[in-house]
């Protein structure tokens, strides 16, 4: 079973909760497809965690998919496209 790292934004009108149960809904469904190591939320309109998972040091080996909760934004999917063609991970899209 593939690793990977699971990554979601908050939308813009969903409240914590629902974002919260959102999550665990969508964790529940990947697992059985992947073996899950690290999941990384934001808040809407923020992209700190985000940002902070690209700058950190690479991805270790045992990382072979990043899974994404939509992205609309064009920079961010350049960005990770870039970032997954160098460390050789792949990447997913999802919608929740």
């Given amino acids: 079973m593939e690793t990977a790292v699971i990554y979601f934004r908050q939308k813009e009108n969903e409240t914590i909760d629902d974002f919260i149960n959102s999550i665990e809904n969508s964790k529940s469904l990947i697992k059985e497809s992947y073996e899950i190591v690290a999941v ?3 808040s809407y309109n923020d992209r700190s965690q985000l940002y902070s998972f690209i700058n950190s040091p690479p991805t ?3 990382i072979k998919v990043v899974i994404l909760d939509s ?3 064009d920079f961010d999917q350049r960005l990770i496209g870039e970032i997954a063609r160098i460390e050789n991970f792949s990447i997913y899209y999802f919608e929740r």
């Fill in 60 to 62: 270790p080996n045992n």
């Fill in 40 to 42: 990384i939320a934001d």
């Fill in 71 to 73: 992205i609309t934004d």
